[in-house]
């Protein structure tokens, strides 16, 4: 699929934590288990944050009995500032060959930091909205974390 305005998502977010801290809390596996997923459990969280490493997460749904499996390849790490990967659901047939791209910024406002999060890629234009609340619902959870509230509901 070739890039479209129509396969790009954008999502922004302010939080209230230093950058270091939030690009800390985005790739590491200790905090990534309480932050990925929407609708199951992280059971299983591996990373080797470094261009060319990969990454794997797998989620259970307790209700459906669903597993879903993201992974990928880091493409860029630059630390606190920007992270890449690719991005693809592994036995998913309607990912099998997509070229799914993730982009992470993080950028420093005083005692804050704003992450800007460009996902491009997308098999469908259904998938591209299901990222679009799961994403929303992955950095509600991710805030949560940071400002020690509870986590949203999926």
């Known amino acids: 699929m070739t890039n ?3 396969d790009t998502l954008n999502v922004t977010r302010l939080f209230k934590a230093p950058r270091e801290r939030v690009f800390a809390a985005f790739t590491t596996p200790e905090y ?3 932050w990925f997923g929407c609708g199951g459990k992280v059971t299983t969280c591996t990373t080797d944050l470094r261009e060319g ?8 749904n307790p209700e459906s009995g669903e ?3 993201v992974k990928g390849v880091y493409q860029e790490v630059a630390p606190p500032a920007r ?3 690719t991005w693809t659901y592994e ?3 309607e990912w099998a060959g997509c070229e799914s791209v993730v982009s992470v910024d993080f ?3 005083g005692d804050q930091t704003e992450l800007r999060l460009t996902h491009t890629g997308f098999p469908s234009a259904e998938s591209r909205g299901n990222h679009n609340q799961g994403w929303g619902t992955c950095l509600d959870k991710l805030d949560a974390l940071l400002t020690g509230k509870p986590a949203p509901a999926c």
């Open 32 to 34: 990534m288990n309480q």
């Open 107 to 109: 950028i420093a406002s």
């Open 91 to 93: 036995g998913d047939e």
């Open 4 to 6: 479209t305005d129509s």
């Open 83 to 85: 992270v890449v990967f």
């Open 53 to 60: 490493g990969s990454y794997r997460l797998e989620t259970h």
């Open 67 to 69: 597993v879903f499996i």
